[in-house]
């Protein structure tokens, strides 16, 4: 499970540049994506019988909205529209900061207590940012910093599902009902935006390579999110977010497969950093997890 959801997301960030490459507007390409793999999860959850059906109660709609618009939406959205101006394989690195993000927000929503530990981990997160955006000789163009500082909204959005999550515990659901609900919930929000903006995409469309970047992204994106959904259920949220680590192993992969990227020092050593980071915080966690069942 681990290593799919990995290699799968790592892989979803190739197939965004693609997309954008391929003329497809970056809000109609997540809004067709969301609606497809919705469809795709809508059929198992139709046979499974109706108490597998996505719920339309207040809970269950809040859920799937705000999952959509944090998870899908507002983030996908976004790093397809900086994919052009940045290395596939940069835009993989920054899942690293998701849980370092998620540990911010969670202190100031007052869920998480001050850790030392997870402090340092925040901090060498943020150096490997400045890493990647300070030296002129970190990306291909200089002018791309301002590009990265923009990508890092993304895993902002993703922290604040994590945070929501936990503060607002979504109902008990299959995952399948979860993802499928929340899939639809991304669609449901981008329709006003993708009228507003002008970027309607009727599909299939004019170009062969676009449409199936929206299939390709469709399918990983069914199987992200379930697979997701499920792993947190069985294994939890910490052991869920290891996929981190693989999933930025595997965009460096996929990045010099479909682009031919090749990278310096500087983005070695701040995914080097991040990884650090990521390790820390994840020690922290766990000790402070053995720390409450000792209590």
Same mark, same amino acid.
């Given at each position: 499970?681990?290593?799919?959801?990995?290699?799968?997301?790592?892989?979803?960030?190739?197939?965004?540049?693609?997309?954008?490459?391929?003329?497809?507007?970056?809000?109609?390409?997540?809004?067709?994506?969301?609606?497809?793999?919705?469809?795709?999860?809508?059929?198992?959850?139709?046979?499974?019988?109706?108490?597998?059906?996505?719920?339309?109660?207040?809970?269950?709609?809040?859920?799937?909205?705000?999952?959509?618009?944090?998870?899908?939406?507002?983030?996908?959205?976004?790093?397809?529209?900086?994919?052009?101006? $940045?290395? +596939?394989?940069?835009?993989? /690195?920054? %899942?690293?900061? @998701?849980? !370092?993000?998620?540990?911010?927000? =969670?202190? #100031?929503?007052?869920?998480?207590?001050?850790?030392? $530990?997870? +402090?340092?981990?925040?901090? /060498?997160? %943020?150096?490997? @940012?400045? !890493?990647?955006?300070?030296?002129? =000789?970190? #990306?291909?163009?200089?002018?791309?910093?301002?590009?990265?500082?923009?990508?890092?909204?993304?895993?902002?959005?993703?922290?604040?599902?994590?945070?929501?999550?936990?503060?607002?515990?979504?109902?008990?659901?299959?995952?399948?009902?979860?993802?499928?609900?929340?899939?639809?919930?991304?669609?449901?929000?981008?329709?006003?935006?993708?009228?507003?903006?002008?970027?309607?995409?009727?599909?299939?469309?004019?170009?062969?390579?676009?449409?199936?970047?929206?299939?390709?992204?469709?399918?990983?994106?069914?199987?992200?999110?379930?697979?997701?959904?499920?792993?947190?259920?069985?294994?939890?949220?910490?052991?869920?977010?290891?996929?981190?680590?693989?999933?930025?192993?595997?965009?460096?992969?996929?990045?010099?497969?479909?682009?031919?990227?090749?990278?310096?020092?500087?983005?070695?050593?701040?995914?080097?950093?991040?990884?650090?980071?990521?390790?820390?915080?994840?020690?922290?966690?766990?000790?402070?997890?053995?720390?409450?069942?000792?209590?």
């Amino acid at each position: 499970m681990l290593f799919t959801v990995g290699i799968s997301y790592s892989l979803l960030f190739s197939i965004n540049k693609l997309s954008a490459e391929a003329g497809v507007p970056y809000v109609a390409y997540v809004f067709w994506h969301s609606l497809g793999a919705g469809l795709m999860l809508l059929v198992p959850c139709l046979i499974k019988g109706r108490a597998a059906w996505p719920q339309l109660n207040w809970v269950h709609l809040r859920t799937y909205m705000v999952w959509g618009g944090l998870a899908i939406a507002a983030p996908i959205s976004l790093l397809t529209y900086v994919s052009p101006n $940045l290395p +596939a394989a940069v835009m993989t /690195m920054i %899942l690293v900061l @998701v849980p !370092l993000f998620t540990y911010v927000f =969670a202190l #100031l929503f007052r869920m998480e207590r001050f850790r030392l $530990l997870s +402090a340092l981990a925040i901090l /060498m997160g %943020l150096g490997g @940012v400045l !890493l990647v955006i300070v030296p002129k =000789a970190s #990306l291909p163009d200089p002018d791309a910093a301002g590009w990265v500082l923009l990508a890092l909204l993304a895993p902002a959005c993703f922290s604040l599902v994590t945070v929501f999550a936990g503060k607002y515990r979504p109902p008990a659901a299959p995952s399948a009902t979860l993802a499928c609900g929340l899939l639809f919930g991304s669609a449901i929000l981008l329709v006003p935006v993708m009228f507003g903006t002008g970027q309607l995409y009727v599909f299939p469309g004019p170009s062969l390579e676009g449409d199936l970047t929206l299939l390709y992204a469709s399918l990983l994106t069914t199987a992200i999110f379930f697979i997701f959904l499920e792993m947190v259920r069985v294994a939890g949220p910490v052991f869920a977010t290891q996929h981190n680590y693989i999933a930025v192993l595997a965009g460096f992969g996929w990045g010099l497969l479909f682009f031919g990227e090749a990278h310096n020092a500087y983005i070695w050593g701040a995914t080097a950093l991040m990884f650090a980071g990521l390790a820390m915080h994840t020690i922290s966690v766990r000790r402070a997890v053995v720390n409450q069942g000792a209590g």
